[in-house]
Every structure is written in C-alpha cells, then in structure tokens.
C-alpha cells in the first residue's frame, strides 16, 4: 500500500470475459508488467487453458474449510454443546472475524427463507436448489421472531466489538451466543 511498486488488483477478469481482441490486448498488457505485482480474483477454479495466459502465475486457491458448514449446518436449539465444539474447531481453520461473518450471513439467510417477503434476495436467488432446500430445512427449528431477536444479538455483538466496549473477545462473544441456545 505504501511502496513504490505498481500493484494491480483485478476481480474475475477470466471467469466473467469471453475471449476477443480487447481482452487480449488486456491479457498482453499484464503479461508485460516488469516492475510491478497483478493479481487476480476469481470467484471459481481456473481452467488449464486460463492458466496458461500467465505461464510463471503463483496460483493460490482458498477453500473454507468443511468443518465451518457443518458447524453452521449445526446451529440449532437445543444444540448449544455441539455448536460450541464445531465453533471451535473451525477457529483453529479459520479467523472469528469470518466465522461471526457466516454466521451473521448463516441467520440472515435463514430469515430469509422463512420469511417469503425476503425470498428474492440476490442471495438467495443465486443458490442452488440443494442449498436452499438444506436451509429450509433448518429453518423449520426456529419461528421468524426467533430468527429476527438472533439477528438483534449478533448485530450487538458487531457494535460491541466495533465500537470497543466489550470486554470479551470476539470468540467469547460468540461462546456466550452459542451457549444462549441460538
């Protein structure tokens, strides 16, 4: 951020473009820079063919780990003790700060599966229908007023932790939700 060196950041450039002359001359551009870092994000695994645009590319592929969806698949009433011991094996995987994110996003999907005014979220149209099904189904465990005074916790937790006036962790914090009983 703060040295001389050109760095380039650029999201889903070979997922979301279909070959042509102007992604060509993008493709030749980045693969001229000397004195400078590109990277690349894309939102799913390259093929061979995409590969072989940059030959001497560092290819870093980052999977959350399973432990983290069954520990959400997990959230449930009455199944605080098992959450608990799934929460903290997926930390030892992953940072709090993403698994508070799943979470966060976890209960917000479930809300909007139970609640059909919410169903046509963007993230919740671009599931497959195995996700959505699976989410439905967990769903039925807790009543729409439920899933809305969860939100309510989780969105005290994030001020609390924001704004410095917990005392806790953000680890604890989640500890002391999931012993509430979700």
């Given at each position: 951020?703060?040295?001389?060196?050109?760095?380039?950041?650029?999201?889903?450039?070979?997922?979301?473009?279909?070959?042509?002359?102007?992604?060509?001359?993008?493709?030749?551009?980045?693969?001229?820079?000397?004195?400078?870092?590109?990277y690349?994000?894309?939102?799913?695994?390259?093929?061979?063919?995409?590969?072989?645009?940059?030959?001497?590319?560092?290819?870093?592929?980052?999977?959350?780990?399973?432990?983290?969806?069954?520990?959400?698949?997990?959230?449930?009433?009455?199944?605080?003790?098992?959450a608990?011991?799934?929460?903290?094996?997926?930390?030892?995987?992953?940072?709090?700060?993403?698994?508070?994110?799943?979470?966060?996003?976890?209960?917000?999907?479930?809300?909007?599966?139970?609640?059909?005014?919410?169903?046509?979220?963007?993230?919740?149209?671009?599931?497959?229908?195995?996700?959505?099904?699976?989410?439905?189904?967990?769903?039925?465990?807790?009543?729409?007023?439920?899933?809305?005074?969860?939100?309510?916790?989780?969105?005290?937790?994030?001020?609390?932790?924001?704004?410095?006036?917990?005392?806790?962790?953000?680890t604890?914090?989640?500890?002391?939700?999931?012993?509430?009983?979700?």
């Open positions: 951020m703060f040295s001389d060196e050109k760095q380039i950041f650029i999201e889903d450039l070979l997922s979301k473009r279909k070959p042509s002359k102007e992604f060509d001359e993008i493709i030749n551009y980045i693969a001229s820079i000397k004195d400078g870092s590109v690349l994000w894309e939102n799913k695994v390259l093929t061979k063919k995409q590969l072989n645009y940059f030959p001497k590319a560092t290819v870093k592929e980052s999977k959350l780990p399973q432990v983290l969806f069954t520990f959400l698949d997990n959230l449930l009433p009455g199944n605080s003790k098992h608990i011991s799934l929460f903290h094996q997926a930390i030892l995987r992953s940072e709090p700060e993403l698994l508070f994110y799943m979470i966060v996003r976890h209960f917000r999907l479930l809300l909007a599966v139970t609640d059909k005014s919410l169903e046509n979220i963007d993230e919740v149209l671009k599931m497959s229908p195995w996700q959505k099904s699976k989410l439905e189904k967990q769903s039925r465990s807790f009543t729409k007023e439920h899933l809305v005074k969860i939100l309510k916790k989780l969105m005290n937790i994030d001020y609390f932790q924001k704004t410095g006036q917990s005392q806790l962790s953000l604890q914090n989640i500890d002391m939700f999931l012993l509430s009983d979700v």
